[in-house]
């Protein structure tokens, strides 16, 4: 009878503990892990920003880079609100709700860009037949460099690409590639880094040339068109 009456105030006290005026905290899992989604680049040379926010108020922020290849770290059921910014300065929001024991993945694209939201015009998009456009690429690292040239020529209508002697025809998927290229190539870039990589656009029958320079080493922007185009080797 005694150890009955022991246990009855126990569990009394107990759930007055768990009662609405003191409620027990329910925790989960976030794991935010930094990606390349579109190339296929160094994800450890990334500036893996983001900040996180529950009501408003801000709970979690890595400015730089991450510790490992994700940050793990438990907190509060509930709704998120995560923001990130991608190597072209894009600002990207995330929206969640984590659950009580739940392990919720959350993925960051880094090479993300909205091109649909740019509105300039493109010289890719300027030719006219019988135009070239010639992309040069100039990188210098500390020790040494190296120099390539693209060139992408109307004939006709219909475009085709000119690398280290050899033509291509270029079809639309590819064309589209190019495009996101030159979008890419005028957003910001980040500097900070050694190397500096330097692109030139010109039409060298209009004379229209853009200038713009990277010191990311985030986003590798001519290697990887190549690499897009199947014309690296």
Request: proline share 2%.
């Amino acid at each position: 009878m005694k150890y009955a009456f022991l246990l009855s105030f126990v569990l009394f006290f107990g759930c007055k503990e768990a009662a609405p005026g003191n409620p027990i905290v329910e925790y989960g899992t976030i794991e935010i892990f930094p990606r390349y989604c579109k190339y296929d680049n160094d994800v450890r040379k990334l500036n893996s920003n983001f900040k996180l926010f529950k009501k408003g108020k801000l709970i979690k922020e890595i400015k730089d880079y991450f510790d490992g290849d994700n940050e793990t770290f438990k907190s509060e059921t509930g709704n998120y609100i995560l923001e990130y910014k991608t190597i072209f300065n894009y600002k990207r929001t995330i929206k969640f709700e984590l659950k009580e024991g739940e392990i919720k993945s959350i993925f960051l694209c880094f090479d993300f860009l909205d091109y649909e939201l740019d509105k300039n015009i493109l010289l890719i998009d300027e030719l006219k037949n019988g135009e070239t456009l010639k992309i040069y690429f100039q990188s210098m690292r500390c020790f040494g460099g190296s120099e390539k040239e693209l060139a992408v020529i109307k004939k006709e209508g219909k475009l085709e690409v000119a690398y280290e002697s050899n033509k291509y025809p270029l079809n639309e998927s590819q064309l589209r590639l190019i495009r996101e290229f030159e979008v890419e190539l005028k957003s910001n870039h980040s500097s900070g880094c050694s190397t500096i990589d330097t692109y030139k656009l010109e039409n060298i029958d209009s004379k229209q040339s853009q200038l713009f320079k990277d010191s990311s080493c985030q986003w590798n922007g001519f290697e990887n068109l190549l690499e897009l185009l199947s014309l690296s080797r």
